[in-house]
């Protein structure tokens, strides 16, 4: 199994320019999620779908988009990319989140970094 | 807002010693707190979970407690050794004001163990 796998793992954009971040789990997960980690400030929750045909803002959802396009897969959109997105996006899947009482661990992909310039 | 923090001040210890991080949790009663190891350039990956109803936990060298009245987690690791330098990162979902599913994190602290 590979886990959870991110596409692609470094991009450099130029202001206003789009792009999407893709990721795409083999664990039959129910929940994604899209974490964006600066220097100091941990992982902030971007958006997240806790099941297939959803999906919620999380801490920092401004300047993105997302999609759930099935079970397996989660992409994140930058429809016009600043330098203030620059940062390492990290994706994560667990088997299932809104079981009461019961977190289930979550499993991260490599990171994608990204610098706008 | 629900708060999740951690003491972004890193903590330098001796080999052998005991290191003991925390996180505290406001505005929020979690029915669970995860913690995370994440090495640089690598995705977090989970060490342990506690429950609410739980005091303490162990996974062998690896303790976390859980105190819902000061709405606080320590997780300790006990017999330190330069291995264990890593950033470490607590996670909190569940019940408690509206479970939707959601998982947030600490900014995490990072461990340093010196020979």
Redesign the interface.
Same mark, same amino acid.
């Given at each position: 199994n590979a886990g959870v796998t991110q596409t692609p793992k470094f991009q450099v954009l130029k202001t206003g320019q789009s792009m999407t971040l893709q990721c795409a789990q083999d664990m039959n997960h129910n929940s994604m999620y899209w974490y964006r980690q600066d220097p100091g400030m941990g992982l902030r929750l971007i958006y997240y779908s806790a099941s297939e045909g959803t999906t919620d803002k999380g801490e920092v959802p401004n300047g993105y988009n997302v999609s759930r396009l099935n079970k397996r897969e989660f992409s994140l959109r930058l429809e016009s990319a600043a330098p203030s997105q620059t940062s390492v996006y990290f994706c994560a899947s667990r088997l299932k989140g809104t079981l009461a009482g019961v977190g289930t661990e979550a499993f991260f992909g490599q990171g994608t970094r990204l610098t706008v310039v | 807002s629900q708060k999740i923090e951690?003491n972004?001040e890193a903590l330098n210890i001796q080999e052998g010693k005991t290191a003991t991080l925390t996180c505290n949790y406001t505005n929020y009663s979690p029915?669970?707190?995860?913690w995370?190891r994440q090495d640089p350039?690598?995705?977090?990956?989970?060490l342990l979970?506690i429950?609410?109803n739980e005091k303490e936990k162990r996974k062998e060298r690896l303790k976390v407690t859980f105190d819902t009245t000061l709405k606080q987690s320590l997780f300790h690791i006990t017999a330190s050794q330069p291995a264990d330098s890593a950033t470490y990162?607590c996670? /909190? !979902?569940? *019940?408690g004001s509206g479970? /939707? !599913?959601? *998982?947030?994190?600490?900014?995490?602290t990072t461990l340093q163990v010196k020979p």
């Amino acid at each position: 199994n590979a886990g959870v796998t991110q596409t692609p793992k470094f991009q450099v954009l130029k202001t206003g320019q789009s792009m999407t971040l893709q990721c795409a789990q083999d664990m039959n997960h129910n929940s994604m999620y899209w974490y964006r980690q600066d220097p100091g400030m941990g992982l902030r929750l971007i958006y997240y779908s806790a099941s297939e045909g959803t999906t919620d803002k999380g801490e920092v959802p401004n300047g993105y988009n997302v999609s759930r396009l099935n079970k397996r897969e989660f992409s994140l959109r930058l429809e016009s990319a600043a330098p203030s997105q620059t940062s390492v996006y990290f994706c994560a899947s667990r088997l299932k989140g809104t079981l009461a009482g019961v977190g289930t661990e979550a499993f991260f992909g490599q990171g994608t970094r990204l610098t706008v310039v | 807002s629900q708060k999740i923090e951690q003491n972004s001040e890193a903590l330098n210890i001796q080999e052998g010693k005991t290191a003991t991080l925390t996180c505290n949790y406001t505005n929020y009663s979690p029915a669970y707190l995860q913690w995370y190891r994440q090495d640089p350039g690598r995705g977090p990956v989970f060490l342990l979970l506690i429950r609410e109803n739980e005091k303490e936990k162990r996974k062998e060298r690896l303790k976390v407690t859980f105190d819902t009245t000061l709405k606080q987690s320590l997780f300790h690791i006990t017999a330190s050794q330069p291995a264990d330098s890593a950033t470490y990162l607590c996670a /909190t !979902g569940g *019940l408690g004001s509206g479970n /939707t !599913g959601k *998982l947030i994190f600490g900014q995490g602290t990072t461990l340093q163990v010196k020979p």
